[in-house]
Nanobody, 127 residues
Framework: QVQLAESGGGLVQPGASLRLSCAVS????????MAWFRQTPEKEREFVAG????????VYGDSVEGRFTMSRDNPKKMVYLQMDNVNIEDTGIYYC????????????????????WGQGTRVTVSS
């Protein structure tokens, strides 16, 4: 059984920074690729960042490239999303997701490749 729990969301001003965390409860954390997605009522679930396999370099969605940094701490079974220079378009509910390597490798940005999701943490960017 895989359980994910996000934390760290909140209300921030444009240009600020925020760090999201995802605690993963699973026996074999290294067996899963991890990703962050976000969703708003106006948009479909959007890929934010992902780490395919347990130690590869992260890949990012175009809208966050250069501003967000994803990392994972395998011994602690934690995943992080450092969000810098946020803007209003970054507002949304952020979800942590886990999927088997073989499925995720086909398309890390496809939410259907991830079988386990957290409950989400809300990020609001507003002046």
């Amino acid at each position: 059984q895989v359980q994910l729990a996000e934390s760290g969301g909140g209300l921030v001003q444009p240009g600020a920074s925020l760090r999201l965390s995802c605690a993963v409860s699973v026996r074999s954390f290294n067996a899963y690729s991890m990703a962050w997605f976000r969703q708003t009522p106006e948009k479909e679930r959007e890929f934010v960042a992902g780490v395919v396999w347990s130690n590869s370099e992260p890949v990012y969605g175009d809208s966050v490239e250069g501003r967000f940094t994803m990392s994972r701490d395998n011994p602690k079974k934690m995943v992080y999303l450092q969000m810098d220079n946020v803007n209003i378009e970054d507002t949304g509910i952020y979800y942590c997701a886990a999927g088997p390597h073989g499925d995720v490798l086909l398309n890390p940005a496809d939410p259907l490749k991830y079988f386990h999701w957290g409950q989400g943490t809300r990020v609001t960017v507003s002046s």
